[in-house]
């Protein structure tokens, strides 16, 4: 069955960077695009990043752009969220998503960021 | 990107109805015909219960329902359940390779 799994969540300072991986299981990356979607605590979803099917189209919320890249590694079925530059309101649930008909039809059960001094 | 707007709350007795609204632009949610409609339950990730603008996933009730007209986008629970009680999230395809999220709506089932 199709499932995502993050990992990479922690505490770290602002201007510090973390990377987040999203294992995915029962499908394969070149197959599907992989979603990054945040919700910071007590707050709604935000859109982070989109890495496509074809592994080279990426795209950036306004917010990220500049200082967040998304990559994946098509042996490891993995996708990767490298966070640089962080800041307070960084701090979020980070879930990964899988693409699909232009909606995201899977989702992991999300990793914690907390950017703090 | 600006959020998509919906009511922070709605509400409704078992059985009855309730609908939700998602307005954006003509940028996203008026452009494109990629209206996503997803359920969070406190503590639990998101759940895909609308895409398309009124497609259904698979084991998702037909109690729910999904349109649009112009640039706002609606959410429509039937014979409401205990177990709608729950966050919901409009979400739409936008210009630039985009993708915006409503502020959410908390739906009560009284």
């Known amino acids: 069955q199709v499932q995502l799994v993050e990992s990479g969540g922690g505490v770290v300072q602002p201007g510090g960077s973390l990377r987040l991986s999203c294992a995915a299981s029962?499908?394969?990356?070149?197959?599907?695009?992989v979603h990054w979607v945040r919700q910071a605590p007590g707050k709604g979803l935000e859109w982070v990043a989109l890495i496509r099917n074809d592994g080279s189209n990426k795209f950036y919320a306004d917010s990220v752009k500049g200082r967040f890249s998304v990559s994946r590694d098509i042996s490891e079925n993995t996708v990767y969220l490298q966070m640089n530059s962080l800041r307070a309101e960084d701090t979020s649930v980070y879930y990964c998503a899988r693409d699909w008909d232009w909606a995201s039809d899977y989702w992991g059960q999300g990793t914690l960021v907390i950017v703090s001094s | 990107q600006s959020a998509l707007t919906q009511p922070p709350s709605a509400s409704g007795s078992p059985g009855q109805s309730v609908t939700i609204s998602c307005t954006g632009t003509?940028?996203?949610?008026?452009?494109?015909?990629?209206v996503s409609w997803y359920q969070q339950h406190p503590g639990k990730a998101p759940k895909l219960m609308i895409y398309?603008?009124?497609k259904r996933p698979s084991g998702v009730p037909d109690r729910f329902s999904g349109s649009k007209s112009g640039n706002t986008a609606s959410l429509t629970v039937s014979g409401l359940q205990t177990e709608d009680e729950a966050d919901y999230y409009c979400n739409s395809h936008a210009a630039n390779w985009n993708w915006v999220f409503g502020g959410g709506t908390k739906l009560t089932v009284l």
């Open positions: 398309e603008v009124n």
């Open positions: 003509s940028s996203d949610v008026g452009g494109y015909d990629y």
């Open positions: 029962g499908f394969t990356l070149p197959s599907y695009g």
